[in-house]
């Protein structure tokens, strides 16, 4: 056998796809192969036997047709999806953001209030959740339950008494939209918190990686703290934001109803065909979105390095 | 009248304006710790409130729940609730295979992903770019895209009902989250001086050896980073699971939703109320496990995301 004789590029070359071959192997066959399967299953109606395998029946575009004229709930689960996730994300980054800054700045029992913040990420299991929300279900509506059962159900949602702010602020003659989009901010505070653990951790790591060089010459010319915040914390952290409105976007994507509405509609109703088509309508606006997103904010943001 | 001249002097003189300064400056800063420890509180209020619940009920016993005068503290505290959970969750045999499951999958996805981390990071090859926007495309397109081709594939290799499907992906580093992994590692192998990789070539060393026993051990925050998060969403994961069907036994998260069903059947306990008991005990014993290993890698791990240098 010869031996191949390789220039130093060559086998530097040769190396990196051997350190890259088992993610490569796995995205062709379980990746690739998988998309482009969705892909043909949202074309065909699926027909699974108990037995195994299964077989496909080329229906061209009936299931997308179905999708968006004939299902009963589909287009008003991906509206209410879509415009949770539009609603939630400003807010998510915001917030992340503004915790970060806080948490930021030196303190008694960093480490502690940390790992409160944390917990979040540590506790939003969905199985915790499912198991707990099944319970309140039962107890508002199961058979066995009383009208008092149901009251402490009905009662323990929300903490905040939203009559009050809304007197409040109504007062104040701000628009109805604003005014609506902060009292539902408000009211879902909890789940905001509960979904902005990890952009939190993603924050501070930005946070401290700005050279403390710049606040300094910020400060020698004399600017404000709010000054401060703008021209030097805002962009030495857009990219960090735009890295967190990907996450925060897919993530809030991935527990959307959407989701669950083509889980079930394959794996309960039998419907494989339709879930694909859904999977790929919802999925082909996911990612739209956020290539808008991003291009959107990428034209703003300044590159450090 | 004294005292007055006094003052009318140091009110003239220039140490008036310094201290004036000194004292505007040490109450603006009095003034933001106080409004963030508000803030903190607040927010960890929030947070904590509905654990604070969920542990102090499953102490309540049957006449605090219906006592209304109880409120989060119990007036006649019981353990019985986690004596019951315990049993019906079947306890260690589930934590050990749900440790099993959860600490071989974080495994390979640190050793794949940081390879292949530092493949794209350290390695100039032919259509790099290309591979990596196929990395991003994964962060990007979400799972459930996939889901039933990933589906129908182990079906139709007969691997349904156990966990091998799982550990099949995250061992070729497509599994939960994989992408994402990938990205961080690559970032960090990024920031890592070259000067290392010259001095160990220089001395000998392979290119196995080099990634091994320098740049791995090197990349310890990273590491972490990952192990953690890693540990928790295959910890919390119910999608994957409920995709290929992993039995119940196997893993705790499954074994909780059907808690409170078992609860009523195998004890005839009827009573919703009660039964939200036994699902809060089983709900802590189901966290518990993985705040103690976040605990124990906690410290390390807030100074590992923050060199991390996860950048957009």
């Given amino acids: 056998m010869k031996k191949l004789h390789l220039t130093m590029a060559g086998r530097r070359a040769r190396n990196g796809y051997l350190f890259i071959l088992p993610w490569f192997i796995g995205f062709v066959l379980f990746y690739v192969r998988s998309l482009y399967m969705t892909v043909q299953f949202s074309l065909n109606t699926l027909t699974v036997p108990p037995a195994g395998g299964y077989t496909l029946d080329f229906v061209g575009l009936q299931n997308y047709i179905t999708a968006f004229t004939g299902h009963g709930t589909f287009k008003q689960t991906l509206v209410t999806s879509l415009s949770n996730m539009v609603i939630d994300v400003p807010l998510i980054i915001f917030f992340s953001l503004f915790v970060a800054m806080l948490l930021n700045r030196k303190m008694k029992c960093r480490g502690l209030v940390r790992a409160i913040f944390f917990l979040p990420v540590l506790l939003n299991s969905e199985a915790i959740s499912g198991t707990l929300s099944y319970a309140a279900q039962m107890m508002a509506g199961g058979l066995s339950s009383t009208s008092a059962e149901m009251a402490e159900a009905a009662s323990s949602g929300s903490a905040v008494n939203m009559q009050y702010f809304i007197a409040l602020f109504g007062e104040l003659a701000l628009p109805t939209s604003v005014l609506d989009y902060v009292v539902g901010a408000v009211g879902r505070i909890s789940d905001i918190i509960k979904a902005s653990g990890v952009q939190i951790v993603l924050f501070i790591a930005a946070l401290q990686s700005i050279t403390p060089s710049m606040y300094e010459v910020a400060k020698i010319e004399g600017a404000t703290g709010y000054e401060t915040f703008w021209k030097v914390t805002f962009p030495m952290v857009m990219p960090h934001i735009i890295t967190n409105t990907i996450y925060t976007i897919v993530d809030a994507f991935s527990r959307s109803d959407v989701v669950n509405l083509a889980y079930t509609t394959a794996f309960t109703e039998g419907n494989y065909g339709l879930s694909s088509a859904f999977s790929v309508i919802s999925s082909v606006i996911t990612c739209a979105l956020l290539a808008l997103v991003v291009w959107f904010m990428s034209k703003r943001t300044f590159y450090y390095n | ?312």
């Fill in chain 2, 1 to 312: 009248m004294k005292i007055m001249d006094k003052w009318l002097e140091f009110r003239n003189s220039p140490r008036f304006e310094d201290r004036k300064g000194a004292a505007v400056k040490k109450s603006k800063n009095l003034l933001l710790t106080v409004l963030q420890v508000i803030l903190i509180v607040g927010i960890s209020y929030v947070i904590l409130s509905p654990v604070i619940g969920i542990v102090s009920q499953s102490f309540f016993s049957d006449s605090d729940s219906a006592n209304p005068m109880v409120f989060t503290i119990p007036m006649n505290p019981t353990v019985e609730r986690y004596v019951v959970s315990f049993q019906q969750l079947k306890y260690p045999a589930t934590l050990a295979s749900t440790l099993l499951y959860t600490i071989v999958n974080t495994l390979l996805q640190v050793f794949i992903c940081s390879m292949v981390g530092y493949g794209f990071a350290r390695f100039d090859f032919p259509g790099k770019k290309f591979f990596f926007a196929c990395v991003v495309v994964m962060i990007v397109v979400p799972s459930h895209t996939i889901m039933l081709p990933q589906y129908m594939t182990f079906r139709s290799m007969e691997l349904m009902r156990s966990t091998w499907p799982m550990y099949i992906l995250s061992a070729c580093g497509v599994g939960l989250r994989s992408g994402l992994f990938i990205y961080i590692f690559n970032q960090f192998f990024r920031g890592l001086p070259k000067e290392i990789e010259e001095a160990a070539f220089v001395d000998g060393a392979g290119t196995a050896y080099t990634y091994l026993c320098i740049m791995l051990v090197n990349a310890i925050p990273a590491v972490i980073t990952v192990t953690v998060f890693s540990l928790v969403w295959q910890y919390n994961d119910m999608f994957y699971a409920k995709l290929f069907q992993i039995p119940n036994e196997a893993l705790l998260a499954r074994m909780l939703s059907t808690l409170q069903n078992n609860v009523a059947a195998n004890l005839k306990i009827m009573s919703v109320r009660l039964q939200k008991l036994f699902v809060n005990a089983g709900v802590v014993l189901v966290m518990l496990p993985i705040l103690l290993i976040y605990l124990v890698l906690q410290k390390r791990f807030v100074e590992g995301v923050e060199r991390s240098g996860i950048v957009g």
